[in-house]
């Protein structure tokens, strides 16, 4: 085997160094340094792939720990409106019950929630779970839009139900119409007067002093403002669909007929006029021209109506 001598000298020295390397060596020396600039490019490439995929990681994982901090707060809002809308709808359920409407069952507001699932959707749901969580979010938002949606035209209708109710309430007497105690009901009775047996009181005798204030129970027009023989200072308003109140042995009225008036407007005052014992107000409600007992409609003193 052939080789080259070469000889090494120490800066700074005497001493001195011969190696003998093999020739081949230097032939196959342009080949060595294009492997090791291989290997060094490669070991570089290595690297900044490790760094660049370490990165890439991170990245992911951070949005990953987004996405289910976000998808967490998303189905915290679902729930929270899952559940007001089921106390919603128990509530319009109960309006619907004092209205005397029939209530909507829980099937009926299920339909149209619901949908089929394409067979690409079911086959990423099974490899990808946030892809499957984000589709159950996504159904059940859908089924609560849903539910509004189907339930939409019923909140509609009860609305427009209850403002026709309202609208009918106006008209209908519903307070007592001065403040006082009954000295005489609804019915057959001794007239104080007269003393005739069994005659018909056609209305309900409040007393109190004179001079207390009396109020229209419900909406109307004034019909008749005069004074009677037997009613003294007297007054019928008309509600309206067959209702009217009348109002007797008044101090004062001071209303007029065709005036119209408002629940809780003053229209006279408790007096002793007409074929009377005491200050008292007779107060009658008839309906479709028949006189029936008024205290079938007052409320409770605790209760007002608007």
Not at 11 to 25: A, D, G, I, R, Y
Not at 245 to 257: E, F, K, W
């Amino acid at each position: 085997m052939n080789f080259y001598k070469t000889t090494i000298h120490f800066q700074n020295s005497s001493k001195s160094m011969t190696v003998h390397m093999p020739v081949f060596l230097f032939k196959a020396w342009p080949v060595l340094r294009i492997f090791v600039a291989i290997g060094v490019l490669l070991f570089v490439v290595q690297m900044v792939s490790t760094t660049i995929y370490d990165g890439i990681l991170n990245h992911q994982l951070n949005e990953r720990q987004k996405l289910d901090k976000e998808m967490s707060q998303i189905q915290g809002t679902l729930d929270y409106l899952s559940n007001t809308t089921a106390s919603f709808f128990s509530d319009e359920n109960r309006l619907y019950a004092s209205f005397g409407l029939p209530t909507q069952d829980k099937g009926s507001r299920e339909l149209g929630t619901g949908g089929s699932v394409s067979p690409n959707s079911l086959l990423l749901r099974k490899t990808s779970p946030v892809y499957e969580r984000m589709s159950m979010l996504g159904e059940t938002a859908q089924r609560i839009q849903g539910k509004l949606a189907n339930n939409d035209s019923s909140f509609r209708t009860l609305n427009k139900f209850m403002d026709q109710k309202h609208y009918m309430w106006r008209f209908i007497p519903s307070i007592s119409p001065t403040n006082g105690r009954y000295a005489s009901a609804f019915g057959p009775r001794i007239h104080p007067v007269t003393g005739e047996v069994g005659k018909m009181h056609q209305g309900v005798d409040i007393a109190n002093e004179r001079w207390t204030p009396i109020y229209a129970p419900a909406d109307g027009v004034v019909e008749v403002a005069q004074l009677s023989s037997t009613f003294g200072n007297y007054v019928t308003i008309d509600h309206g669909n067959g209702i009217k109140t009348r109002y007797g042995h008044m101090q004062l009225s001071i209303v007029h007929p065709g005036q119209y008036l408002h629940r809780y407007q003053v229209i006279g005052y408790m007096g002793n006029t007409g074929r009377s014992v005491g200050p008292h107000l007779h107060y009658e409600v008839w309906v479709r021209n028949s006189p029936v007992n008024p205290l079938a409609y007052m409320l409770p003193n605790e209760y007002t109506v608007d």
